[in-house]
Nanobody, 123 residues
């Protein structure tokens, strides 16, 4: 599975942005998808995850209620809808894919990664 994340940009605090992740490969629909983010100088952190069929989602506490992860297996796409953005959401966002159903918050359970897209939230 090859992944490409896009949709980042500059947005004011309180605004919204939707990130997209385009996947290639026939087995996309078999993989759990996740979004992670990394602020310069900090460790990459878990943001959200969605099961292969979209039936199960999980969110980091910092984004719960503001971000929504979704996927469209027919289009080989995953999305992260971000609302009520805060300056602390500023980071490079990465999409990732993995076969695991456990430990979905951990990077090592995702075997495929996109290149990242920068989100900057101004105050």
């Amino acid at each position: 599975v090859q992944l490409q994340a896009f949709g980042g940009g500059l947005v004011q605090a309180g605004g919204s942005l939707r990130l997209s992740c385009a996947a290639s490969g026939r087995t996309f629909s078999n993989h759990r998808m996740g979004w992670f983010r990394q602020d310069p100088g900090k460790k990459r952190e878990f943001v959200a995850s969605i099961s292969w069929n979209g039936g199960s989602t999980e969110y980091a506490d910092a984004v719960k209620g503001r971000f929504t992860i979704s996927r469209d297996n027919a289009k080989n796409m995953a999305y992260l809808q971000m609302s009520t953005l805060k300056p602390e959401d500023t980071a490079v966002y990465y999409c990732a894919a993995g076969r695991t159903a456990l430990g979905v918050r951990y990077e090592y359970n995702y075997h495929y990664w996109g290149q990242g897209t920068l989100v900057t939230v101004s105050s």
